[in-house]
T-cell receptor, first 114, second 115 residues
Framework: AQKVTQAQTEISVVEKEDVTLDCVYE???????LFWYKQPPSGELVFLIR??????QNEISGRYSWNFQKSTSSFNFTITASQVVDSAVYFC???????????FGSGTRLQVQP | GAGVSQSPRYKVAKRGQDVALRCDPI?????LFWYQQALGQGPEFLTY????????KSGLPSDRFFAERPEGSVSTLKIQRTQQEDSAVYLC?????????????FGDGTRLSIL
């Protein structure tokens, strides 16, 4: 069975601080995809990134970066110089290639204080 | 519209009533998904369509839940004889093709409250 664990329920930082959101996953599949989504108060889940299990290169997109480590089954997300607009709930999700269903973690609520 | 559209945005029903939730996917998207999100939790998969074919309904919690997509575009999630535990946000998502690596794009959801 697949499982995604986001141990941090809520994080509060002050604007311009860096913050890392942790994600640990479990799967028996050798081929799978990992995702991060952002859910602002409006409720819509916004796609941020997809990573496949064969590509362990870290990725940077502006203030966002992702660290994928297959050896520890982790896919962590770092926001550099956080801004108030980053305040949202962030979800990590897993999908194996044989099934289209996303398995989500329970989410981390990030509050960025001005 | 440009994104996934869901209606109604909010739905209140009495226990035992039937409800129908609508999803308009992004135009041209082949795949369509329904998820249920309880308060403070991550979304949980309910069912998946590829065009009009329902390929996976393993997440539907009971036979009171039924989904359809008769023409391969708009989808309806129906819940019969609603119960209080059905209260949740129901999210619809669509993706462009059949490949599993394509991201799912979500709507704003329908918040269902059962009294």
């Amino acid at each position: 069975a697949q499982k995604v664990t986001q141990a941090q329920t809520e994080i509060s930082v002050v604007e311009k601080e860096d913050v890392t959101l942790d994600c640990v996953y479990e799967t028996r599949d050798t081929t799978y995809y990992l995702f991060w989504y952002k859910q602002p108060p409006s409720g819509e889940l916004v796609f941020l990134i997809r990573r496949n299990s064969f590509d362990e290169q870290n990725e940077i997109s502006g203030r966002y970066s992702w660290n994928f480590q297959k050896s520890t089954s982790s896919f962590n997300f770092t926001i550099t110089a956080s801004q108030v607009v980053d305040s949202a709930v962030y979800f990590c999700a897993l999908m194996d290639t044989g099934r289209r269903a996303l398995t989500f973690g329970s989410g981390t609520r990030l509050q960025v204080q001005p | 519209g440009a994104g996934v559209s869901q209606s109604p945005r909010y739905k209140v029903a009495k226990r035992g009533q039937d409800v129908a939730l609508r999803c308009d996917p992004i135009s041209g998207h082949v795949s369509l998904f329904w998820y249920q999100q309880a308060l403070g939790q991550g979304p949980e998969f309910l069912t998946y369509f590829q065009n009009e074919a329902q390929l996976d309904k393993s997440g539907l919690p009971s036979d009171r839940f039924f989904a359809e997509r008769p023409e391969g575009s708009v989808s309806t999630l129906k819940i019969q004889r609603t119960q209080q535990e059905d209260s949740a946000v129901y999210l619809c998502a669509s993706s462009l093709g059949r490949a599993s690596n394509q991201p799912q794009h979500f709507g704003d959801g329908t918040r269902l409250s059962i009294l």
